[in-house]
Every structure is written in C-alpha cells, then in structure tokens.
C-alpha cells in the first residue's frame, strides 16, 4: 500500500516563508509527476504546483515567482517551498502522485492534507 504524508503546515504572518514536505512510502517501483493542490473553505480544489521526474516543474500563475518545488528522486520526497505568502495562500495543501508499485501497478494517489493559514 503507498502512502503520501504531508508535513510543514501551519500558521504564519503574512509576507512569511514555509515549507511543504510530502513523503512517498510503499512497495513503491516509480513515481511519475508530484503534484501540489490546495482548497481554501468554500472553494474547489485548485493546482498550484507540480515536478516531473526529471525536475521539469509547472506552476500556479497565482504562485510564480513566489513558490518553488523541489524532489528528490531517491527518497521519494516532494518539497513546496513558499515565500511571501499572502492571506488568499490559506488553504489545505494536498499531495498528488501517480505512483508505481508492485502490487498495484501505476495508480494515482492522494495524502491528507496540511493546514496553511496566513494571517494578514
């Protein structure tokens, strides 16, 4: 069974730094693109940011120049570094891989979510 753990959530004043973890665990052959997610109250989930395997990365217009991402290959692990976050940054933060494993095979995944809360 893989599983996706999210880590680094909590509260922060506007214009601050965190860091998002997301560690991959399981019988796991491969992981294809990482992906970060978020959902704020009241709202539908939305991208903000993702990594190939290759370390080609993508994100959010919302987030550009502000987020960066990073991963690293050997221990299965997705980084979302934040920089100057913004009250509209408040959100639960969702890990999304599509994960090769032996049991499995390529199937797609979801962790639970790390609370991020920017006050202004």
């Known amino acids: 069974q893989v599983q996706l753990v999210e880590s680094g959530g909590g509260l922060v004043q506007a214009g601050g730094s965190l860091r998002l973890s997301c560690a991959a665990s399981?019988?796991?052959?491969?992981?294809?693109?990482m992906t970060w997610y978020r959902q704020a109250p009241g709202k539908q989930r939305e991208f903000v940011a993702t990594?190939?395997?290759?370390?080609?990365?993508n994100f959010a217009d919302s987030v550009k120049g502000r987020f960066t991402i990073s991963r690293d290959n050997a221990k299965n692990t997705v980084d979302l570094h934040m920089n100057s976050l913004k009250p509209e940054d408040t959100a639960n933060y969702y890990c999304?891989?599509?994960?090769?494993?032996?049991?499995?095979?390529?199937?797609?995944?979801w962790g639970q979510g790390t609370q991020v809360t920017v006050s202004s």
């Open positions: 999304y891989a599509v994960v090769s494993s032996l049991r499995v095979g390529w199937r797609d995944y």
């Open positions: 990594i190939t395997s290759g370390g080609t990365t």
């Open positions: 399981g019988s796991i052959l491969s992981i294809d693109r």
